[in-house]
């Protein structure tokens, strides 16, 4: 599992998941992930591009910042996800509390 923060200078938060968010993954990047996005209370892009799988505790995860964020008056926005995941965050109806974009630009005019 890995936790990547991608730069930016306006003011939105970019992370990128890769690998199996699983009970191991949750592990590996939790605490730097929720630092990452949540911690900040800045509107937060999560690219789920190379994501290949996401389990309850991955949901969890990815809830628990969007909520944090929503506190803060901020939003995060999923972008990307493969279609195992896809169909995961779609069973657990997660576009409820994080809408889900097709590319950054959507997930940009998502927050905006």
Do not use: Y
């Not at 730097?32 to 996005?37: E, L």
């Not at 506190?71 to 657990?92: F, S």
């Amino acid at each position: 599992m890995q936790l990547t923060i991608i730069p930016r200078t306006d003011g939105f938060t970019q992370v990128a998941l890769s690998g199996r968010l699983d009970a191991m993954g949750v592990q590996s990047v939790g605490t730097r992930f929720q630092n990452a996005t949540a911690a900040l209370g800045k509107p937060t892009i999560i690219d789920l591009t190379d994501l290949e799988f996401v389990a309850s505790l991955g949901l969890g995860l990815l809830l628990s910042s969007a909520r944090a964020l929503h506190k803060k008056g901020a939003r995060a926005v999923i972008v990307n996800p493969q279609p195992l995941v896809a169909k995961v965050l779609d069973m657990a109806q997660m576009s409820r509390v994080i809408p889900i974009a097709g590319s950054v630009a959507e997930a940009e005019a998502l927050l905006r």
